[in-house]
């Protein structure tokens, strides 16, 4: 679902509070892959949670401590994922302040078996770009709770985007980074995405019941289970459209990709391809397809007889 023109167009580097204890700041760094850029959030006002800190920018770095102001301190670093968008001035800000930057692990904590292999034989991921430096002082897991005498997020494991992706639930409202965003739906790029935890993540996220999301990419999501829904019902339509091509025979990636993509543009058909190649992926491991030969983007998939 492409977002209709909005009128989400925040100052870059300017502090502004969403609801009583959330602020966020927004990262110099619009692109295709970020929108207007990354949404920073600040966590209370004495003891201040900094959630996804954002490229390494100077500039982005010099406003959150601004935003901080005198009397008030930052005693948590919390990143979402170590893409490059996300991660990369967490190790400056903590230089600054002293905070422990808690994450679910390095790059590819949180990578299926499946992904390992694919990594192993040299497949690479699109998209934002790996944080291959990134390293936590701390790690952490599903359920854990991270609290100072103002606030406490619980950590919800959303592998999918990326396998060390959380998201964190404050009460009713969740920061869903890049597994939930109202602009855009989440880039699902092999081996680094995958498709198969992706939806047991957003299943994850239906199962409680939520007020508002933010994301870390444009506006707050206001009605959060309409979104899932929506984003569960556009990956469902993909797939259930390259099942179609499918069942026409044998194909390639590439081959599919152009059954199935049919009114794209010629420079738009590498993303594509990788979308495909993510749910035949998915369709591989739940027994609906099989290639004819090792797991690869090169290997021609055929549906298996008999599949529902």
């Known amino acids: 679902m492409s977002q209709p023109p909005d009128d989400f167009n925040p100052v870059p580097g300017e502090s502004e509070v969403l609801e009583t204890g959330i602020r966020r700041i927004l990262a110099p760094n619009p692109s295709p892959f970020t929108y207007r850029g990354t949404n920073t959030y600040l966590l209370g006002s004495r003891s201040v949670a900094v959630i996804d800190p954002g490229p390494n920018d100077p500039a982005h770095l010099k406003a959150i401590l601004n935003a901080i102001g005198p009397g008030a ?5 919390i990143v979402t994922h170590s893409h490059s968008d996300h991660s990369p001035l967490a190790r400056p800000l903590a230089a600054h302040c002293g905070a422990p930057i808690l994450a679910f692990g390095g790059p590819h904590a949180g990578r ?4 390992e292999a694919l990594a192993t ?3 690479a991921g699109g998209g934002e770009g790996v944080d291959e430096g990134f390293e936590p002082d701390a790690t952490l897991t599903e359920g ?11 950590v919800i494991h959303t592998p999918g985007h990326l396998g060390n992706h ?3 639930a404050w009460g009713d409202a969740c920061f869903t980074a890049d597994h939930v965003m109202g602009w855009s739906t989440s880039i699902v790029s092999p081996p680094d995405g995958d498709l198969t935890a992706f939806m047991a993540s957003c299943a994850k996220l239906q199962a409680r019941d939520w007020r508002i999301f933010y994301p870390g990419h444009g506006a707050p999501i206001e009605d959060p289970a309409a979104r899932l829904s929506w984003l569960v019902d556009h990956r469902l339509g993909r797939e259930a459209s390259i099942r179609a091509a499918l069942s026409g025979g044998p194909a390639t990636v590439a081959e599919l990709t152009r059954r199935v993509y049919t009114d794209v543009a010629p420079a738009l058909l590498p993303a594509a391809e990788r979308n495909v190649f993510a749910h035949l992926i ?3 491991t739940r027994n609906l397809a099989r290639p004819d030969g090792d797991l690869s983007s090169t290997a021609r998939f055929e549906a298996v007889a008999g599949s529902p």
Do not use: C, F, P, R
Request: charged share 25%; proline share 0%; glycine share 4%.
């Open 282 to 284: 998915d369709l591989t």
């Open 144 to 154: 854990d709770v991270i609290q100072s005498a103002e606030w406490e997020v619980e």
């Open 121 to 123: 034989s040299g497949l």
């Open 73 to 77: 301190k930052i005693s948590h670093i």
């Open 112 to 115: 299926s078996e499946v992904m």
């Open 166 to 168: 959380i998201a964190l």
